[in-house]
Structures are given as C-alpha cells and as structure tokens.
C-alpha cells in the first residue's frame, strides 16, 4: 500500500510516500522560515497562501523520486490538526480532491502524532510500550505510548514549550528568527562554567515542567550583565546559551528519567523539533547507558515538521481511511481523544 502524506500545519509544507512494504520512499519539504522571518514570526495568511503554491510541485517530486504515479496511491493522509486553520485547510483540500478525483480514501492524521511515531522512521526501531518525551515548539509532554492510540499524559508544561523557550530566547538575545537552531548551535561553543540559570520545577514531585521563568532569568541576567558595564561579547552571548541550553536539559532529562522510574518502562522515545538538540540527544545516551534503558531518537531531519511523520502515521492508520468529500480541520484537537488502534 502507498500512502502519500500532507503536512500543511503551520510553516513548513511536507509531502512524502510511505510504501508499507518499502517503507519511506520519498520525502520532500518547503520551509518558509525566510518568508516569516522578515515580521519575526509566523504570518498565518503568508502560510496558507504559500503552501497552496509549493504543494502539488513537492507531491510531484516525491512521485518522480519514487518512480511511481498517482495511479499507484492507496491513500492520501494529511495534517487534519492542531494548527493554522488555514494553513490546515490547504492540505485537507488537496487530500481531499486529490483522492475524490482518483477514487482513494484519505486518513486526517493529529500531527502530534505524527511527531511521536516519527521515531518509528529510525532503525533500530522502538518496541511499545514506551516513555515518549514530545518536546517541539508548541508542546512539552511525557506520555506512556502502550501502542498507537493508547497515550497517557504523565506530565507537561504549565506554561511555555521547550522549543518555544528557545525561541523567544533567541529573540531577546537578538539572533535572528527562528532562533531556536541559533541559539543551540552558539550554545555548544559557549562556556558551561560561567553562568548557571534555574531549573525550575526540577524537584517538583510530579512530572510537570515550567520552562517561561527561564526565558525571563535570562534576561535578568543579561540587565545584570550590563548594568555591571560587561559588554555582550560573543563569548558572553555564547556562554549566556549554553547556560540557557544546559538548564533545559537538565529538565527535560531528569523528568525523562522520572516517567521512565514512576512507569517502570525501559525505552524512552524522543520526538519533536527539540529532538534534534544534540546536547538533549548527549544527556539522554549517557543517562541510557548508567540507567540501562534504550534511548530513541527520529532522524534529525525528521524531528520538525515534515510530510514523512504525516504519511507514516496515515499508514498506520489505513484502517481509518475514509471517503473523502465534506471534510474539515481541527485547529485545536486533544491527542488523548484519537481512538486506539
Ligand atoms: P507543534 O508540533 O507543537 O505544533 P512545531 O510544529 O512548531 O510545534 P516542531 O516543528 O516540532 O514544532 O519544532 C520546531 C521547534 O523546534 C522550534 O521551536 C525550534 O526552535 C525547535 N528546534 C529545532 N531545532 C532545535 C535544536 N537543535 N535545539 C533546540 N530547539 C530546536
Ligand atoms: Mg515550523
Ligand atoms: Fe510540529
């Protein structure tokens, strides 16, 4: 069976084929990071527009890639929600009429889950039930995954997300949008010894986290710096990341472990933008080997938004296919409520 999947969510379009057989086949991705960059974040109507010009050129690149026609699809998946309304409405109606036009049926996949089964992608390839860390840019959760469908929130942000603390991070340290990336890459080559920043809720019983307090001690310290006359050098900068970064990971690998221990899982998957911190994927392994549980991890391209999570978890899905026409989006959508396989 050949699944081609849409990601249209919020501002990357993502198109790939997903061979049940041959596995992934073909991906390809349009970010639009430029476009937005320019007003300092997702301008919603610029997203919708552009995803409607890059779609059907990027669904016929995966085609020619793959050496296979329209004729050769057994379903079309795409992101039904969360995300921009619009953004959304641009897959849905490509799926929709696509797969009306050749007779096929189409799965609305949740792009949450489309993350957490991204690791799946990867080989060696995790075994359920696992501990999922899903930390992207709009959500921060520990769940236990006993198998498709069967998600169990253990713990969350009460506030921002990890990849949204990066972010707006990034911008009041002045880096250019989006700064996430930046700022981890200036992380690894700044000093880890001179600053040392909060780890809020660290001790907390539960397996809940709070990462805005961070973002604001960051700018306490960088007041601090200038009110002292140090100037914001780039090693200053540097260090000031890595204590940002260090901080972060401290977090989200302490209350890994905690889900790992309160669970009694041994298998810990990672999925979501902030996966492919490669500080984040240090911690995790060295904690894997003197804790003895496996770590896994999707490819890093695969970590943000992207069509192969889509088409993957669609043809996870195929026994939600349904026929398309009269269909809608879901802009807010409660991963808890998808049924279990
Ligand atoms: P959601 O999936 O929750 O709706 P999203 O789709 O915007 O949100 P993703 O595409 O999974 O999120 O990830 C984007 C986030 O990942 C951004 O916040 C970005 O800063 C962050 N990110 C990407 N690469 C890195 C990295 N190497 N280190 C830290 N954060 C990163
Ligand atoms: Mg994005
Ligand atoms: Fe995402």
Redesign the pocket.
């Known amino acids: 069976m050949l699944v081609l999947g849409i990601e249209s969510?919020?501002d990357?379009t993502g198109v790939a084929l997903y061979d049940t057989d041959a596995g992934l086949v073909a991906h390809h991705l349009h970010t639009q990071m430029a476009m937005h960059a320019e007003y300092g974040g997702v301008v919603p109507e610029l997203a919708s527009r552009d995803h409607i010009r890059r779609v059907v050129p990027l669904a016929r690149a995966c085609l020619a890639d793959a050496g296979r026609s329209l004729a050769d699809l057994s379903a079309i998946a795409f992101t039904e929600g969360?995300?921009l309304g619009g953004a959304l409405l641009v897959g849905a109606s490509v799926a929709n009429s696509l797969a009306f036009g050749l007779g096929i049926p189409v799965i609305g996949v949740h792009?949450?889950e489309g993350?957490l089964l991204s690791p799946l992608l990867a080989t060696p390839r995790p075994a359920f039930p696992f501990v999922a860390l899903l930390v992207?840019?709009?959500?921060t959760q520990l769940m236990a995954v006993r198998g498709i469908g069967d998600y169990e929130i253990l713990g969350e942000t009460l506030d921002d997300?990890a990849?949204?603390a990066?972010?707006k991070t990034a911008k009041l340290l002045g880096l250019d949008y989006?700064?996430?990336?930046t700022l981890?890459r200036l992380a690894m080559r700044g000093d880890p010894a001179r600053f040392t920043l909060p780890r809020p809720m660290l001790n907390s019983p539960d397996l809940d986290m709070s990462f805005s307090g961070l973002k604001t001690a960051v700018l306490t310290l960088v007041k601090s710096l200038e009110a002292d006359g140090q100037p914001m050098d780039d090693a200053t900068r540097d260090a000031v990341c890595r204590a940002f970064q260090e901080a972060i990971v401290d977090v989200l690998v302490k209350k890994s472990l905690k889900a790992l221990k309160q669970t009694g899982m041994k298998r810990l998957v990672v999925a979501?933008?902030?996966g492919?911190?490669?500080q984040l994927r240090a911690a995790l392994d060295d904690a894997a080997k003197r804790r003895r549980f496996e770590v896994f991890y999707p490819p890093i391209a695969l970590?943000?938004?992207n069509g192969a999570m889509i088409a993957f978890a669609g043809a996870m899905r195929l026994a939600h296919a349904r026929a398309p026409g009269g269909y809608t989006v879901k802009p807010r959508w409660d991963l808890s409520s998808l049924p279990a396989l």
Do not use: K, M, Y
């Open positions: 969510s919020c990357e969360p995300g792009h949450l993350h992207s840019g709009g959500h997300a990849g949204e990066f972010d989006p700064g996430g990336p981890s979501g933008g902030v492919a911190n490669l970590c943000t938004d």
